[in-house]
């Protein structure tokens, strides 16, 4: 009871103490550092102790709000405006916001409302077309076969070489001996560029969900698609220009070549490499950032400011914004943690009463993470992916032994929320559909006494060890105090869980959730690969 009482205290005190102390951020992003070490530590035994519930002590702490909220702005309304102090702010209607909820729904806008529509003005243009496509993969995983991404992309950049550009992300990690014995497939583990964003003139997709058939049939994933938000489409153009930079580029010859002046990401200086791709990258932030609060400051600090009317007479015919989109970028390879930090800081935050539905087709929290869940007073209902929907379900050889990990790793959760007597406040569920795969993720908060909610993450990372620390990772933070759109994701969040089962201890005494003993002991080993 001591220890319980002295988690409902600790996150303010140490909240209070943090606030007495210069230099915030990075002081939490090194505690943040420290409770994974610890945790990894404790994880070594069959039981964590009680103190597992003071966690939240060694959390991040909210960033402090450089300018304080002034009545002028409409961001001041809502509590999540802390997000803007690492990066950009982007103040929309709802009515550009549309939550998609299945393949063929992605498939069709994909195709009709977003490629034909921009081929479509391109030829009608009466000059030369500036039309510009430019394709961000990874090496590894666009590589892989006789038949890949490369080789069907090379015809389109062979015949407009001009106007197509095709990068390819190659890890820094994987390199020396080490990319000589890895083989193909197995050597993706190492790290992906992993951003799932689809860019149209000034609309944007963000998503989880790859370009193969079965995303857009059977497989499912979540998407919002945000319609004629021009400040938000630069963004993630100069994001996917930035990290192009530091690829490698495809030739029409299939070799690739790096941009002159940057360093080879694994044959030159390692270190090197990644101190330019964290300036390039953060260069992007910072710069979005600083435009962004330069117009924040024109719209509500203006000496001179407009009514509505007068704005609608000068042509402006905008609505004013009842949503924020955040951008959450994640490159631990270059020391780029922002997603991370919003993330720990949104668990730590959530208060008693509210709830946080978190998702991933493949449940492997990091420690931090599962820490945040086990210690904080949030209720929480986690979806994951029965074995039979799980991505890997069938594969042969060792990759088909992955789904049963994920079951191990899920029994060791399951089993430390009830050793802690939290069944009531954490409960996990797992989805399942005839013929389909589960490739969801991303969260949904909604503040005690809510029914609907105000927050969700939307985007690629999938919360686990490899999001966080391996791969190339985006996400965008989507705060509304629109109703309609507040809807539009409970209905998103509703359907989702319609399709699943509650876990309990009776769902790993079933022969498809029997674990083989070598599994269960190489799973730790590897745990952080998949």
Same mark, same amino acid.
């Not at 208060?351 to 929290?365: D, I, P, Q, S």
């Given at each position: 009871?001591?220890?319980?009482?002295?988690?409902?205290?600790?996150? $303010?005190?140490?909240?209070?103490?943090?606030?007495?102390?210069?230099?915030?951020?990075?002081?939490?992003?090194?505690?943040?550092?420290?409770?994974?070490?610890?945790?990894?530590?404790?994880?070594? @035994?069959?039981?964590?102790?009680?103190?597992?519930?003071?966690?939240?002590?060694?959390?991040?702490?909210?960033?402090?709000?450089?300018?304080?909220?002034?009545?002028?702005?409409?961001?001041?309304?809502?509590?999540?405006?802390?997000?803007?102090? =690492?990066?950009?702010?982007?103040?929309?209607?709802?009515?550009? $916001?549309?939550?998609? +909820?299945?393949?063929?729904?992605?498939?069709?806008?994909?195709?009709?409302?977003?490629?034909?529509?921009?081929?479509?003005? +391109?030829?009608?243009?009466?000059?030369?077309?500036?039309?510009?496509?430019?394709?961000?993969?990874?090496?590894? @995983?666009?590589?892989?076969?006789?038949?890949?991404?490369?080789?069907?992309?090379?015809?389109?950049?062979?015949?407009?070489?001009?106007?197509?550009?095709?990068?390819?992300?190659?890890?820094? %990690?994987?390199?020396?001996?080490?990319?000589?014995?890895?083989?193909?497939?197995?050597?993706?583990?190492?790290?992906?560029?992993?951003?799932?964003?689809?860019?149209?003139?000034? +609309?944007?997709?963000?998503?989880?969900?790859?370009?193969?058939?079965?995303?857009?049939?059977?497989?499912?994933?979540?998407?919002?698609?945000?319609?004629?938000?021009?400040?938000?489409?630069?963004?993630?153009?100069?994001?996917?220009?930035? $990290?192009?930079?530091?690829?490698?580029?495809?030739?029409?010859?299939?070799?690739?070549?790096?941009?002159?002046?940057?360093?080879?990401?694994?044959?030159?200086?390692?270190?090197?490499?990644?101190?330019?791709?964290?300036? @390039?990258?953060?260069?992007?932030? %910072?710069?979005?950032?600083?435009?962004?609060?330069? =117009?924040?400051?024109?719209?509500?600090?203006? %000496?001179?400011?407009?009514?509505?009317?007068?704005?609608?007479?000068?042509?402006?015919?905008?609505?004013?914004?009842?949503?924020?989109?955040?951008?959450?970028?994640?490159?631990?390879?270059?020391?780029?943690?922002?997603?991370?930090?919003?993330?720990?800081?949104?668990?730590?935050?959530?208060?008693?009463?509210?709830?946080?539905?978190?998702?991933?087709?493949?449940?492997?929290?990091?420690?931090?993470?599962?820490?945040?869940?086990?210690?904080?007073?949030?209720?929480?209902?986690?979806?994951?992916?029965?074995?039979?929907?799980?991505?890997?379900?069938?594969?042969?050889?060792?990759?088909?032994?992955?789904?049963?990990?994920?079951?191990?790793?899920?029994?060791?959760?399951?089993?430390?929320?009830? +050793?802690?007597?939290?069944?009531?406040?954490?409960?996990?569920?797992?989805?399942?559909? @005839?013929?389909?795969?589960?490739?969801?993720?991303?969260?949904?908060?909604?503040?005690?006494?809510?029914?609907?909610?105000?927050?969700?993450?939307?985007?690629?990372?999938?919360?686990?060890?490899?999001?966080?620390?391996?791969?190339?990772?985006?996400?965008?933070?989507?705060?509304?105090?629109?109703?309609?759109?507040?809807?539009?994701?409970?209905?998103?969040?509703?359907? =989702?869980?319609?399709?699943?089962?509650?876990?309990?201890?009776?769902?790993?005494?079933?022969?498809?959730?029997?674990?083989?003993?070598?599994?269960?002991?190489?799973?730790? =080993?590897?745990?952080?690969?998949?």
């Amino acid at each position: 009871m001591a220890a319980a009482a002295t988690a409902v205290a600790g996150p $303010v005190f140490w909240r209070r103490l943090l606030g007495l102390l210069p230099g915030r951020p990075g002081l939490a992003a090194l505690l943040g550092r420290l409770s994974d070490r610890l945790g990894r530590n404790r994880d070594r @035994r069959r039981r964590r102790p009680p103190w597992l519930l003071l966690a939240p002590l060694l959390s991040p702490a909210v960033p402090h709000v450089t300018s304080p909220p002034c009545c002028l702005c409409p961001e001041g309304v809502h509590r999540f405006q802390w997000i803007r102090n =690492l990066v950009p702010e982007f103040g929309v209607s709802s009515s550009h $916001v549309r939550v998609l +909820s299945s393949p063929a729904e992605f498939f069709e806008l994909m195709k009709v409302d977003c490629l034909e529509s921009t081929l479509e003005k +391109s030829l009608q243009t009466k000059f030369p077309s500036d039309l510009r496509v430019s394709i961000l993969l990874d090496f590894t @995983r666009g590589s892989r076969g006789r038949k890949n991404s490369r080789t069907m992309l090379l015809p389109l950049l062979q015949r407009f070489p001009e106007q197509v550009r095709v990068s390819l992300f190659h890890t820094p %990690n994987l390199r020396g001996l080490l990319r000589l014995l890895i083989p193909e497939r197995f050597n993706e583990t190492i790290g992906l560029q992993h951003i799932k964003v689809y860019l149209f003139d000034n +609309s944007v997709i963000l998503s989880g969900a790859n370009l193969s058939d079965s995303y857009f049939t059977n497989r499912q994933d979540r998407y919002v698609f945000l319609q004629d938000c021009p400040e938000i489409a630069d963004f993630f153009t100069e994001l996917v220009d930035a $990290v192009g930079d530091v690829s490698l580029q495809l030739q029409g010859d299939d070799t690739v070549q790096v941009v002159e002046g940057m360093v080879h990401p694994y044959k030159g200086d390692q270190a090197a490499y990644c101190k330019a791709a964290n300036q @390039r990258v953060m260069d992007v932030i %910072n710069s979005a950032r600083t435009r962004q609060q330069m =117009l924040h400051a024109q719209t509500f600090h203006s %000496n001179a400011l407009l009514t509505q009317e007068d704005a609608a007479a000068a042509g402006d015919q905008r609505p004013a914004p009842d949503t924020w989109i955040y951008p959450l970028i994640q490159m631990k390879p270059f020391e780029i943690q922002i997603d991370e930090i919003v993330t720990e800081t949104l668990l730590t935050e959530a208060e008693r009463g509210a709830k946080v539905y978190l998702t991933t087709g493949y449940f492997n929290l990091t420690q931090a993470y599962m820490d945040l869940v086990l210690g904080t007073r949030a209720e929480y209902q986690i979806l994951l992916a029965s074995p039979e929907v799980n991505g890997f379900f069938g594969a042969k050889g060792v990759a088909g032994a992955i789904p049963a990990a994920y079951v191990h790793i899920e029994r060791q959760f399951y089993s430390e929320v009830c +050793s802690l007597g939290q069944q009531e406040r954490v409960q996990l569920q797992e989805y399942w559909r @005839r013929g389909w795969t589960f490739h969801a993720k991303g969260l949904w908060l909604y503040l005690a006494g809510s029914s609907l909610p105000c927050l969700t993450l939307i985007g690629s990372p999938n919360f686990g060890y490899r999001s966080v620390h391996r791969d190339l990772e985006a996400q965008i933070a989507i705060v509304t105090e629109s109703r309609a759109l507040q809807q539009q994701l409970h209905q998103e969040q509703a359907q =989702l869980y319609l399709r699943s089962g509650a876990v309990s201890s009776a769902t790993f005494e079933q022969p498809s959730r029997q674990v083989k003993l070598w599994v269960k002991m190489v799973t730790p =080993l590897i745990k952080n690969f998949f």
